[in-house]
């Protein structure tokens, strides 16, 4: 399987090519406007590989929640690829990437058994809120929130990690059974390259170009943000 991703949902920009289990990234960080650096980024992972559109199998993006502007510049992005090279798009959640991200990290780290563990993905969305959501390690289906973080809703009692982007802004105002719980905590973005397993993995479905979607959790006109 042959993918290129995009995910321009945060302050890093991300741009991966999968070529059956090998990935070649390339990371921008603190990138106020995405725009001018997605292009470039695009060009170098696939002269990398070797690869042209044409020998794709699809295009992968970062739908978010996240930027509103980011998410809709990579979902512009990725759409106008499949258009012209007509391939499929997969729009993956940037806090499913954030999960299996995590769950790398975790597994590197000695601590008690993680059988059983649920990651709390969480994303700063201004306006004192986050974007959150509880996944199983490997899992790309969650239900997405966004709320003060006191009143993020504990599923049950496994162990928690958690982890993305914010952390210390939020994390002393999360729920007190979260600390209970928690045997990890992991500053984590959103990359592409996590994209691009979850897909290979069978759990993102492929959509057109046309059906290619941002998700925004809360409408866009109540952020009033400048971000990507």
Partial sequence: ???????????????????????????????????????????????????????????????????????RIACSMAKGFALAYDLPVYPVSTLAAIAIKAWDESVKVPHPPLQDTVILSVMDARMNEIYWAFFKPGAADADECVTAASAVIIPDTSPLILAGVGLETYAQALPDAIGVRLINQVTVFPHASAMTRLVQSGQVQAVSAEEALPVYIRHPITQGESRG
């Fill in 1 to 71: 399987m042959k993918l290129l991703a995009i995910d321009t949902s945060t302050a890093l920009a991300s741009v991966a090519l999968l070529v059956e289990q090998d990935v070649v990234e390339e990371t921008q960080e603190d990138v106020r406007q995405h725009a001018p650096f997605l292009l470039p980024m695009v060009s170098r992972v696939l002269s990398t590989a070797g690869l042209h559109f044409s020998q794709l199998d699809g295009i992968v993006f970062g739908r978010g929640p996240g930027s509103f502007t980011g998410i």
